[in-house]
């Protein structure tokens, strides 16, 4: 069973920060594209930031100027900076890899941003 573990969610009041972390296993993340995708209740997953394996990023226009997605290879693991956080950001983050066998996917880490 693949894992990716995502830790770094918590309480947050608007406009602080959290940085989430997602650990995975090196046949999961080397070579391979990772993102963290957002579920807020009622409403549908979406992505939130992209990393490619040659360090080039999307971001969803939502969270452009705030967020920032960066990657260790050393470490597997694959970060997303969140500065300026607000209330609609309240969501559960979950962190994806993109292989060539499928699409992993981490259980989740609930980010709960006060207004």
């Known amino acids: 069973q693949v894992q990716l573990v995502e830790s770094g969610g918590g309480l947050v009041q608007a406009g602080g920060s959290l940085r989430l972390s997602c650990a995975a296993p090196?046949?999961?993340?080397?070579?391979?594209?990772m993102g963290w995708h957002r579920q807020a209740p009622g409403k549908q997953r979406e992505l939130v930031a992209h990393i490619r394996s040659d360090d080039s990023t999307n971001y969803a226009d939502s969270v452009k100027g705030r967020f920032t997605i960066s990657r260790d290879n050393a470490r597997n693991t694959v970060y997303l900076q969140m500065n300026s956080l607000k209330s609609e950001d309240t969501a559960v983050y979950y962190c994806?890899?993109?292989?060539?066998?499928?699409?992993?996917w981490g259980r989740g880490t609930q980010v709960t941003v006060s207004s």
């Open positions: 090196e046949s999961i993340f080397s070579g391979n594209s």
């Open positions: 994806f890899s993109i292989t060539r066998s499928g699409v992993y």
